[in-house]
């Protein structure tokens, strides 16, 4: 049961005063009288039934004043159903953790601002299966496809250049990223692959991973990070951090390639707004489809609840003017 003003129930509080004033009432107006024994007035048979039965009067104006209170508040009656089918898409996200990825000319480096938007990415993504993979000179699995999205954003935090060998194995990450999703029975099997540099180790070409990728059929979209030109990047000195200008080089010829061989397509990400707006337009082209058929029904309950306001009133009057009539 739903109501359609459900305000009104709050009038249920003004019964609070209502019977501290009863209960007060009953106080004062009872007279007191001081005797040796009170053995008289337990004698069986003493107290008639009458005079417990002079308190319904009040308890069912009570009661009847609460029942018009949810007459007011329109209680009704729902009928509904909903059925909803979801076809879910599977992601991998193969990020590049490599030392360049500490450069600071996206904010507060290309790795956490790479992160945070990630981060994003997956939270307005309940339904996918969501899995990640790093890699700089070799790969691993950081966390397998999943909905548990929870354990996956912590799983985010922990990654950080040198936690691997240093390097840039744009092949061997995707075709790691390959091997985690080409079992997938979804529709719609997806990798994310960001990086900001050029494939300069590894056993597996990128292009070869690609038409690994195309064969399974698995879209790949590619993004490069980094700004046109120099980038500062920190460097630890006996004196503190210092900073210097290092060239920004990104293969986007391969990158490109990548993308237009497996459907997808590439992105270049020079700051924290444009790595933002990748992000919501893959978003968009891979939304998830949702058919949802619902009805709903509601129907109006307050009469019945009237009727139960009259026959209390009705009770009420009956009891005061014929058991209780000679009762004050």
């Known amino acids: 049961m739903v109501f359609a003003n459900p305000n009104y129930l709050y009038l249920l ?7 501290a004033w009863y209960i007060y009432k009953l ?22 039934w009458r005079v417990y039965l002079r308190h319904a009067p009040f308890v069912l104006r009570m009661l009847a004043i609460a029942v018009l209170i949810v007459v007011l508040a329109r209680p009704q009656s729902t009928n509904s159903w909903q059925n909803s089918t979801t076809e879910g898409i599977d992601i991998v996200m193969a990020i590049d953790i490599s030392t360049s990825m500490l450069a600071e000319d996206l904010k507060p480096n290309r790795l956490e601002a790479a992160k945070d938007v990630a981060a994003s990415f997956i939270n307005g993504r309940p339904n996918d299966n969501i899995g990640l993979v790093v890699f700089a000179a070799e790969s691993f699995t950081q966390c397998p496809l999943t909905t548990d999205h929870g354990v ?3 799983l985010f935090k922990d990654i950080q250049p040198g936690i691997i060998q240093d390097g840039t194995a744009i092949g061997v990450g995707l075709a790691n990223a390959v091997s985690r999703i080409k079992d997938s029975q979804a529709k719609s099997k997806v990798i994310i692959l960001l990086t900001d540099g050029v494939n300069n180790t590894g ?6 991973a690609a038409e690994i990728a195309k064969t399974f059929g698995i879209r ?5 990070v980094g700004t046109q ?48 707006e990748i992000y919501s337009e893959i978003d968009q082209m891979e939304k998830t489809k949702i058919s949802v058929q619902e009805f709903s029904k509601k129907q109006e309950e307050y009469k019945n609840w009237a009727l139960l306001v009259f ?11 014929t058991v209780l009539r000679n009762i004050p």
Request: charged share 15%; net charge negative.
């Open 311 to 321: 026959a209390l009133l009705l009770v009420e009057v009956l009891l005061r003017n």
């Open 220 to 224: 790949v979209y590619t993004i490069g």
């Open 229 to 276: 030109g120099e980038a500062p990047y920190p460097i630890p000195t006996a004196f503190g951090v210092q900073y210097q200008n290092i060239p920004v080089e990104i293969d986007e010829q391969v990158l490109k390639q990548i993308a237009s061989t497996t459907g997808g397509q590439y992105f270049r990400a020079t700051d924290n707004a444009s790595l933002k």
């Open 152 to 154: 996956l954003l912590n």
């Open 27 to 48: 106080r004062k107006s009872q007279a007191s009288l001081q005797v040796s024994s009170a053995e008289a007035f337990e004698a069986p048979g003493t107290i008639s």
């Open 13 to 19: 509080l003004l019964l609070i005063p209502l019977i």
């Open 203 to 208: 056993e597996v070409a990128p292009v070869t």
